[in-house]
């Protein structure tokens, strides 16, 4: 298992930016992939974005193409998320979450919640408009 700490939410206005980190500790960490999920009020956990183990693919859902940025520290064991350009649609707790499987070559498919079998606690992001 992975323990994983989110950071970096808060309540911002349309159009700024946040930047989210995500620490982790437990398995070798640059031996699995990282996500990104959200889930505002009364909906289901989505995917929001993806990195490979060794951070050389990214996948994002269409909603955050060009205004998010994944990237991971493999030396630092971290995940970062850089949001711009904010919106309140984006407005969620946003999780971390390390992929169930070691050495992942590639998503090829969206990923979903059940790639995943560990997850922080979540950071609040509340984008007002």
């Known amino acids: 298992q992975v323990q994983l700490v989110e950071s970096g939410g808060g309540l911002v206005q349309t159009g700024d930016s946040l930047r989210l980190s995500c620490a982790a500790s437990g398995r070798t960490f640059s031996s699995y992939a990282m996500g990104w999920f959200r889930q505002a009020p009364g909906k289901e956990r989505e995917f929001v974005a993806a990195?490979?183990?060794?951070?050389?693919?990214?996948y994002y859902t269409d909603s955050v193409k060009g205004r998010f940025t994944i990237s991971r520290d493999n030396a630092k064991n971290t995940v970062t998320l850089q949001m711009n350009s904010l919106k309140p649609e984006d407005t969620a707790v946003y999780y971390c979450?390390?992929?169930?499987?070691?050495?992942?070559?590639?998503?090829?498919?969206?990923?979903?919640?059940?790639?995943?079998?560990?997850w922080g606690q979540g950071t609040q992001v509340t984008v007002s408009s």
């Open positions: 990195i490979s183990y060794s951070g050389g693919s990214t």
């Open positions: 979450a390390a992929d169930r499987l070691t050495y992942r070559p590639v998503f090829t498919t969206t990923p979903v919640t059940s790639d995943f079998d560990s």
